[in-house]
């Protein structure tokens, strides 16, 4: 079976940390997401990586960045954590456009 | 750019009553179109594609969607719903419209709620 694997399911950071969170995936997938899901907005794409080293902004960048430095990880880095950005996190991989992706657990993110 | 409207937040049901969660695209090219289910406190699982062929496609529990190009629709049903498909259902697209790559648009969730 296909996994992908998010670092923490639960995480609690102060306001302006420099916050990493990570995602691995054991099928060698071209294609990597990150996105955050909040209650009534479903599922919004912050970035999106094709390839190792490249990536895209997605639909809410602002505050986030990203690293993908080996094709079986996507980091996502809040550069200074604002509470704004309390939410849940949730990672996916799929090999291509005609294929399904496959989800991490998700990260629940809170920010005080 | 690609969206994906479900139009429903939430549909409250009742054991073995049919059931149908609306879902609606757009998109200026060639679409693959995915239902996906989560648990609470679980990631998504998907529980149903359309890539090409028939129209029709079946999950193993029982739901089936129809894409329909015209009204650019995927729609999905199950005749006879049981408690344990209470989750929250979402509808998502794939196409390359972001700059040549592809990229996979969610709806915003439709809560499927089956009471006894």
């Known amino acids: 079976d296909v996994k992908v694997t998010q670092s923490s399911r639960y995480l609690v950071k102060r306001t302006g940390e420099k916050v990493f969170l990570e995602c691995v995936q054991d099928?060698?997938?071209?294609?990597m997401f990150w996105y955050r899901q909040d209650p009534g907005l479903g599922l919004r794409l912050i970035y999106f990586s094709y390839d190792v080293k490249m990536k895209e902004k997605g639909d809410i960048p602002e505050g986030y960045s990203v690293s993908r430095e080996k094709k079986e990880r996507f980091s996502l880095i809040l550069e200074s954590a604002s509470t704004n950005q309390t939410s849940m996190y949730l990672c996916a991989s799929r090999h291509s456009s005609i294929t399904e992706a496959f989800f991490g657990q998700g990260t629940r993110l809170t920010v005080v | 750019a690609q969206s994906v409207t479900q139009l429903d937040s939430q549909v409250p049901v009742f054991e073995e009553a049919p059931v149908e969660l609306r879902c609606n695209y757009s998109s200026s090219v060639s679409v693959y179109l995915f239902w996906y289910v989560q648990y609470p406190n679980q990631g998504l699982q998907l529980l149903l594609k359309y890539l090409s062929g028939s129209t029709l496609v079946e999950s193993i529990n029982g739901f089936e969607a129809e894409f329909n190009k015209s009204q650019t629709s995927f729609h999905l049903r199950k005749p006879s719903v049981h408690i344990s498909d209470t989750a929250e259902y979402f509808c998502a697209v794939s196409d390359q419209t972001r700059g040549g790559y592809s990229t996979l648009t969610f709806g915003k969730g439709t809560m499927l709620l089956v009471s006894p």
């Open positions: 099928m060698d997938h071209e294609n």
